[in-house]
């Protein structure tokens, strides 16, 4: 157990004699004496106050307010004397989301062994999406396959797929991934993501990705699926290359395997772990989808400060500048104020990463670079982060580790530092090292309801293989414990969550917040000064992905 510390004064005695357990709290790049950091509230008041104005009109991507928060953070570390970390030197690196809405008058039709066509009405018998780069998809008798969850995932010793060859065929797939403790009990992993499916089909050479819903075709899930069918939405950079996806309903399911000569009892032991893909044998299906595109061009921002031995190795502090706008976004907000200025979410962890390179900009150079990554459209989808990963401005196989900041804790302090997806990789050890001496302890987010892992920047990174943390807000609170915690937490998550009333006051307390900055200071600063490289537990689905890049980093 972990010497618990008794009052809030006392960690901040423990912070201010600088007794973190950090080599780079003694010497820092070639054993010069390392700089303590600093951390002000009421800069980092102050600052969000700024970009939280409702000036910045929401700060939502492609307005005016992306072109003032732009311009707020290069000013910062322009002044910081920080060198531009974007793509040939500049700040900038340019994101294009590409936004898909269905043209009416697709079809679709499948072709049993007996050589009959079957026609399904699109938006009824099957939902379809074009997923190319032209928004055309067209394919002709496609042989089908039913991949159960459709996971493979080795370190778990799962595997749907088996030895079945997909190539050029159409996967069919159910939703959400086995229930028990093999896949993390109540915190899901990322194979239950439609994503990860697709991922999976394609690598394996399959040309589209159909959902099976279980349900009949007149029951409420089937009837909101055909619903959400023809929204536009925004591709997500890097998403899988399929020629599209889809779903079907269980009496469509049916027909199909009915004429191959399956039973659904075929479809019946998925959860087992002994379930292998099948084949429909002689069914084959055939689409013809087209949507329009339109192009909204957006920015991440990025500085950096230069590693003096190894260069090439990065580790990046990032966070979200984006947030969901105003009245042009959202003109059925009731009331007068419709702004929403996001101040918790997220200019605190804007703000708290411009504040974390000031500070670092005064200590030594360290030995890797560090780059200060500014997001754009995370409330869109994570897709600045997804962009990135996508056309990585530094090689992701010889990225260390991204620490991502979203939402700073905003109470007084607490004994515990929870971080999203606990248990996924090396990073949560060593925060725990750096928290114990102050009586701090690391935990998980205790709402495993929430798949918090999948929900900010952070997580396009994971999937690539690079091992990544996001801190959250503490409830084990120095002064009044965990139920007042709790119970504050939620409150003002219910009342201010993605709400006009997200706005800058100056009663927020950003106690904890300079507690878990300094944290992640140590952090980050030890790994730019190492030549370690963190890795994915062994029951991560993450490691087989960065396995794949092992001979980057000998």
């Known amino acids: 157990m972990f010497r618990k510390l008794k009052s ?6 423990v912070l ?60 910062q570390y322009e002044a910081m004397g920080l060198e531009p970390g974007g793509p040939n030197g500049q700040w900038l690196q340019p994101v294009a989301l590409k936004r898909y809405t269905p043209v009416t008058g697709g079809t679709s039709s499948w072709t049993g062994p007996d050589g009959q066509s079957h026609a399904l009405t699109v938006g009824t018998d099957i939902t379809l999406r ?4 032209d928004g055309r998809a067209a394919i002709r008798n496609a042989g089908v396959v039913f991949a159960g969850y459709g996971i493979t995932a080795p370190e778990r010793n799962w595997d749907d797929y088996g030895d079945l060859d997909v190539c050029g065929k159409v996967v069919v797939v159910i939703p959400g991934e086995p229930d028990g403790e093999l896949f993390n009990g109540q915190y899901t992993t990322n194979y239950q993501s439609g994503a990860y499916k697709a991922d999976e089909a394609f690598r394996r050479g399959a040309v589209g990705v159909i959902t099976l819903i279980a349900q009949p075709a007149s029951s409420p899930q089937w009837q909101g699926m055909m619903r959400g069918a023809n929204r536009t939405r925004t591709l ?40 292998k893909a099948v084949a429909l044998n002689g069914v084959s299906l055939s689409v013809d989808v087209s949507e329009t595109i339109d192009t909204l061009v957006t920015h991440n921002l990025l500085a950096k400060i230069p590693g003096t031995e190894r260069p090439n190795e990065t580790i990046i502090y990032s966070a979200h500048w984006d947030h969901v706008g105003g009245e042009a976004q959202h003109p059925e907000t009731p009331g007068d104020d419709k702004i929403f200025n996001g101040a918790w979410d997220n200019a605190s962890g804007t703000v708290g990463v411009v504040e974390m390179a000031r500070q670092l900009s005064r200590a030594p150079r360290p030995k890797r670079s560090i780059i200060f990554a500014h997001m754009a459209a995370e409330e869109m989808g994570l897709l600045g982060a997804y962009g990135y990963v996508a056309d990585p401005v530094y090689p992701l196989e010889t990225t260390v580790a991204d620490i991502n900041i979203d939402m700073l804790p905003l109470s007084g302090s607490t004994r515990d530092v929870p971080i999203f997806g606990k248990g996924q990789n090396d990073l949560e050890d060593r925060l725990q090292a750096l928290a114990a001496p102050l009586g701090r302890y690391v935990s998980d987010d205790g709402m495993p309801e929430q798949g918090f892992y999948y929900r900010s920047d952070h997580f396009p990174f994971a999937r690539a293989g690079v091992p990544a943390i996001m801190p959250w807000h503490g409830w084990d609170w120095v002064e009044g414990g965990r139920e007042t915690g709790e119970a504050a937490w939620r409150a003002k998550f219910g009342a201010d969550y993605h709400k006009p009333s997200d706005e800058w006051s100056a009663d927020l307390n950003f106690t904890s917040a300079v507690e878990n900055l300094t944290l992640l200071y140590h952090l980050g600063l030890d790994l730019a000064n190492s030549d370690e490289w963190p890795g994915w537990k062994p029951s ?7 396995a794949r890049s092992d001979a980057a980093r000998r």
């Open 8 to 13: 809030g004064s006392a960690i901040a005695a």
């Open 16 to 75: 201010s004699a600088g007794l973190l357990l950090s080599a780079c709290a003694t010497a820092g790049a070639g054993g010069t004496a390392a700089v303590e950091p600093a951390f002000s509230a009421d800069r980092i008041s102050s600052d969000i106050r700024t970009i939280s104005d409702d000036s910045f009109q929401g700060r939502y991507p492609g307005t005016e307010g992306e072109r003032l928060t732009l311009a707020w953070l290069q000013a």
């Open 130 to 133: 074009a997923v190319t780069n």
């Open 236 to 275: 997500t950079p890097g998403a899988a290359d399929l020629e599209f996806s889809g779903a079907i309903n269980h009496d469509t399911a049916f027909a199909m395997a009915s004429a191959a000569g399956l039973g659904m009892d075929s479809f019946a032991n998925t959860g087992s772990g002994t379930f």
């Open 540 to 546: 991560s689905e993450f490691g087989q992905v960065r």
